[in-house]
């Protein structure tokens, strides 16, 4: 069965902390690894990982990938209490159509205290 | 910013109704999906809809739950006998379908639509 974990499940963290979110999976014909953060709104995008190695980064924000380990990390560094959310991790696999069929973590809850 | 918009924000309704939740994907995007989230649980795909058939739908998605585009711009979900086991929230995303050179792509979400059912 196609599974995707993270941990931990939820944080909590002062202000100008670095934070470290994981992210494990094991599905079948791996495409691609997501990272969405989830507010009180839309899930909105914020990597997307297909190779080994290569560090995504966004201003606070960097992700990467070890398709070896069946892992991602995603790193918050200098925390701010606009970054408390719940961060979602998401497989995409390959499959006879494009189907953009996302496998999702259970999610971890980051709250940051000022 | 583009956007994926969703309506209602929240319906609630009584068990055997039936339901319609309705969407509208970014205009130049070509794929159309439903995914729900029970409360406390993982955001689960139900269903993705291109060229205006189903491409892939899930388990969950069985005969009470069809999709429709009924015009240029809408995309909707309909429950046709709501359960209590339908509360969720429904997520409508869209992608564009151009594919990265690992082939992946990347799904814009609109904000849900929390259905109760009593």
């Known amino acids: 069965e196609d599974k995707v974990v993270q941990s931990p499940l939820s944080l909590v963290v002062h202000e100008g902390d670095t934070v470290t979110l994981n992210c494990s999976y094991e599905?079948?014909?791996?495409?691609?690894l997501l990272w969405y953060k989830q507010e009180k709104k839309a899930p909105t995008f914020l990597f997307m990982l297909?190779?080994?190695?290569i560090e995504k980064k966004s201003g606070r924000l960097s992700s990467i990938l070890d398709k070896k380990e069946l892992f991602s990390i995603l790193n918050i560094t200098a925390t701010q209490t606009g970054d408390s959310a719940v961060y979602l991790c998401?497989?995409?696999?390959?499959?006879?159509?494009?189907?953009?069929?996302?496998?999702f973590g259970q999610g971890t809850t980051l709250q940051v205290k000022p | 910013e583009p956007e994926v918009t969703q309506t209602p924000s929240h319906q609630v309704t009584q068990m055997g109704q039936e339901v319609i939740l309705r969407c509208v994907p970014i205009?130049?995007?070509?794929?159309f999906y439903w995914y729900r989230q029970i409360l406390g649980q993982k955001v689960e795909f139900l269903v993705s809809?291109?060229?205006?058939?189903?491409?892939?739908k899930s388990e969950i998605f069985d005969d009470q739950f069809s999709v429709e585009r009924p015009d240029g711009s809408n995309f909707t979900l309909k429950i046709r006998s709501t359960k209590l086991e339908d509360s969720a929230m429904y997520f409508c995303?869209?992608?564009?379908?151009?594919?990265?050179?690992?082939?992946?792509?990347?799904?814009?979400f609109g904000a849900g639509s929390r259905l109760t059912v009593l």
């Open positions: 809809f291109y060229n205006n058939e189903i491409s892939e």
């Open positions: 995303a869209s992608s564009d379908g151009r594919e990265t050179p690992s082939g992946a792509n990347v799904l814009t």
């Open positions: 998401a497989v995409g696999m390959k499959g006879s159509s494009n189907t953009g069929k996302l496998i």
């Open positions: 297909t190779s080994s190695g």
């Open positions: 205009s130049n995007h070509l794929y």
């Open positions: 599905v079948t014909n791996f495409r691609s």
